[in-house]
């Protein structure tokens, strides 16, 4: 198993960056893609990015495309969502998570752990 606690969060002003990260224990880092996830307060949890084992694959969902970074620390059990040019609309609890094997699907469910969150608000 790994456990994993995200940090990073907070209010920003629209236009502003911040990164998250996503520290994980247990079970070697190195074994699990990873993602993020967002869910804005009334919606479903959505997909934001994910990255493979090593780093060198990502994929993001189409809204946060050339403004959010994912990226992975191997050494440090760490991973990261550095995110520049803030929306109001990206305002959500962002969570990451582990999958065992590289996910085919942006489905939640192709993940194993999650963490348990951590609010970016954008305010306008």
């Known amino acids: 198993q790994v456990q994993l606690v995200e940090t990073g969060g907070g209010l920003v002003q629209a236009g502003g960056s911040l990164r998250l990260s996503c520290a994980a224990s247990?079970?070697?880092?190195?074994?699990?893609?990873m993602g993020w996830f967002r869910q804005a307060p009334g919606k479903e949890r959505k997909f934001v990015a994910d990255i493979s084992w090593s780093g060198g694959r990502t994929y993001y969902t189409d809204s946060v495309k050339g403004r959010f970074t994912i990226s992975r620390d191997n050494d440090k059990n760490t991973l990261y969502l550095q995110m520049n040019s803030l929306k109001p609309e990206d305002t959500a609890v962002y969570y990451c998570a582990a999958a065992t094997t590289y996910p085919t699907t942006t489905s939640e469910k192709a993940y194993d752990y999650w963490g348990q969150g951590t609010q970016v608000t954008v305010s306008s």
């Open positions: 247990g079970r070697s880092f190195s074994d699990y893609a």
